[in-house]
T-cell receptor, first 117, second 113 residues
């Protein structure tokens, strides 16, 4: 059973550029959450997608946007990159099905390390 | 709002020593509580969880008990190994319709042979 996968592993961009990160959830999961982890810090919630809609959002500017596809995979887009966007971006998947098996446990991928120069 | 406070690290122990990493939380209602572990260069792995008061989560020799009266979820292990060296994160997930995890700042554990 494949776990959560993310691509790319590493990415180097310059200020002002745009970046797209990708995530495939664990098999059987339909909800994807994105987190930003700055060096030496705990992860900070960016947003969550379920049924192809953004369901919840953390305290991040509109430069951060996302998308979820019918196969439950997801993308995180960041526009107008700033130096402070350098971080490990983590994707987590979970399952939420009304009337069926529900779990509130989020499983994380290995992350994408973004460096902004 | 929700918050999680962990003891600052690094925590340095000798192999086979007893481990305690303190975690306290602030949340509305009855959150679920989690411990995640992050090994160098990797993402987060779920270590254990507890979903209601007095529940004890356990895995790989680690244990934590959900204490509602003290709003705590301290992580313990009776005998640590060098391979336990990692960063440990305490987290909560509340039930106010928001499903995001709120994390503590992490505690680095270094186990020496």
């Amino acid at each position: 059973d494949a776990g959560v996968t993310q691509s790319p592993t590493h990415l180097i961009k310059t200020r002002g550029q745009q970046v797209t990160l990708r995530c495939s959830p664990k098999s059987g999961h339909d909800t994807v959450s994105w987190y930003q982890q700055a060096l030496g810090q705990g992860p900070q919630f960016i947003f969550q997608y379920y049924e192809e809609e953004e369901r919840q959002r953390g305290n991040f500017p509109d430069r951060f946007s996302g998308h979820q596809f019918p196969n439950y995979s997801s993308e995180l887009n960041v526009n107008a990159l700033l130096l402070g966007d350098s971080a490990l971006y983590l994707c987590a998947s979970s399952a939420y099905r009304t009337g069926a098996i529900y779990t509130d446990t989020q499983y994380f991928g290995p992350g994408t390390r973004l460096t902004v120069l | 709002g929700n918050s999680v406070t962990q003891m600052e690290g690094p925590v340095t122990l000798s192999e086979e020593a007893f481990l305690t990493i303190n975690c306290t939380y602030t949340a509305t209602g009855y959150p679920s509580l989690f411990w995640y572990v992050q090994y160098p260069g990797e993402g987060l792995q779920l270590l254990l969880k507890a979903t209601k008061a007095d529940d004890k989560g356990s895995n790989k020799g680690f244990e934590a008990t959900y204490r509602k009266e003290t709003t705590s979820f301290h992580l313990e292990k009776g005998s640590v190994q060098v391979s336990d060296s990692a960063v440990y994160f305490c987290a909560l997930r509340d039930y106010t319709g928001r499903r995001a995890l709120t994390f503590g700042s992490g505690t680095r554990l270094q186990v020496q042979p």
